[in-house]
């Protein structure tokens, strides 16, 4: 595999140098990548939600099979102890995988209602688990929840809504001191933020950035607080919500996540392929 030449990348605020980035294409053939998150144990794992599987890149060796019969998995979080966490869209649920491969479900309902799709996830270095729960394809048709929302799980296990969403919420992403949460708005083009305690208590909802450039989709944020925003190309914003930079790839970026041993590397799925990029920065790390 060979570093594609640089597509586009466009300046707005000098913060970081981002004038060396190349892009990588490390896998292709899939038909819808979603998911990724590194693993402490040297890998990435991403989604084909379509073809109902999870594969693993393993940087020097390639790709290869890491689950199949996924249940339509789409969002991953690994959490402090090194359990994969994973929103199947099919099932309506989210599970969480132990160290020795025992898949237990960790919610599937609220309030005797089953979820919509759950879509994304992101859990916090205490074990406060947050994800989304839109509304998307099939499961649009047969959905008991009258509302698309944000859920929180406790360490505890115990359940709660953090906010009703005005439009299909997916991407979600936590600052790097774990305090303020973000979620996506795809409906809206937006993205909101809340700021959470220590007991996982979500408050003063806002929305944070306005009129992305398509669809909002996967959310991630480095070490320095910028959020990156998977929509028609990789946005990369301030802790503020101002437009830093934006990196183009060769299909449309769906989700991204920060990777290898130093975390320097971001790896972003897009539609049918997963590409890398190294940055001049690390991703914040919450496990």
């Given at each position: 595999m060979s570093f594609l030449s640089l597509l586009l990348l466009i300046p707005l605020l000098p913060a970081q140098d981002f004038s060396n980035i190349h892009i990588e294409k490390v896998s292709?053939?899939?038909r819808f990548t979603e998911g990724p998150?590194?693993?402490?144990?040297g890998y990435l794992i991403?989604?084909?939600?379509?073809?109902?599987?999870?594969?693993?890149?393993?940087?020097?060796?390639?790709?290869?099979?890491?689950?199949?019969?996924?249940?339509?998995?789409?969002?991953?979080?690994?959490?402090?102890?090194?359990?994969?966490?994973?929103?199947?869209?099919?099932?309506?649920?989210?599970?969480?995988?132990?160290?020795?491969?025992?898949?237990?479900v960790i919610a599937e309902s609220y309030e005797g209602k089953r979820f919509n799709a759950p879509n994304d996830i992101v859990v916090r270095k205490d074990g406060h688990v947050w994800f989304t729960?839109?509304?998307?394809?099939?499961?649009?048709?047969?959905?008991?929840?009258?509302?698309?929302?944000?859920?929180?799980?406790?360490?505890?296990?115990?359940?709660?809504?953090?906010?009703?969403?005005?439009?299909?919420?997916?991407?979600?992403?936590?600052?790097?001191?774990?305090?303020?949460?973000?979620?996506?708005?795809?409906?809206?083009?937006?993205?909101?933020?809340?700021?959470?305690d220590g007991r996982g208590r979500a408050s003063n909802g806002r929305v944070?950035?306005?009129?992305?450039?398509?669809?909002?989709d996967g959310l991630r944020v480095d070490e320095k607080g910028n959020l990156y925003v998977a929509c028609n190309e990789l946005a990369i914003y301030s802790a503020e919500g101002r437009l830093v930079h934006k990196i183009q790839f060769p299909e449309t970026p769906r989700n991204c996540a920060f990777g290898d041993p130093d975390f320097e590397t971001l790896y972003v799925t897009a539609m049918t392929s997963v590409y890398r990029v190294r940055m001049p920065v690390k991703g914040a790390v919450q496990y």
């Amino acid at each position: 595999m060979s570093f594609l030449s640089l597509l586009l990348l466009i300046p707005l605020l000098p913060a970081q140098d981002f004038s060396n980035i190349h892009i990588e294409k490390v896998s292709a053939g899939n038909r819808f990548t979603e998911g990724p998150v590194w693993s402490r144990e040297g890998y990435l794992i991403f989604s084909d939600v379509p073809n109902n599987r999870m594969s693993k890149f393993v940087p020097g060796q390639g790709v290869a099979g890491f689950r199949t019969d996924t249940n339509g998995a789409n969002g991953n979080a690994f959490d402090s102890q090194g359990r994969l966490y994973s929103c199947e869209s099919r099932t309506r649920r989210v599970v969480r995988t132990k160290k020795d491969g025992t898949l237990e479900v960790i919610a599937e309902s609220y309030e005797g209602k089953r979820f919509n799709a759950p879509n994304d996830i992101v859990v916090r270095k205490d074990g406060h688990v947050w994800f989304t729960d839109p509304a998307f394809g099939g499961q649009a048709d047969h959905r008991e929840l009258d509302f698309d929302g944000i859920f929180h799980i406790s360490p505890k296990g115990e359940l709660d809504l953090v906010a009703k969403m005005k439009g299909r919420p997916n991407g979600i992403a936590l600052s790097p001191n774990g305090r303020v949460l973000y979620v996506s708005n795809s409906d809206e083009r937006s993205v909101h933020a809340f700021d959470v305690d220590g007991r996982g208590r979500a408050s003063n909802g806002r929305v944070l950035i306005a009129g992305t450039d398509g669809p909002p989709d996967g959310l991630r944020v480095d070490e320095k607080g910028n959020l990156y925003v998977a929509c028609n190309e990789l946005a990369i914003y301030s802790a503020e919500g101002r437009l830093v930079h934006k990196i183009q790839f060769p299909e449309t970026p769906r989700n991204c996540a920060f990777g290898d041993p130093d975390f320097e590397t971001l790896y972003v799925t897009a539609m049918t392929s997963v590409y890398r990029v190294r940055m001049p920065v690390k991703g914040a790390v919450q496990y």
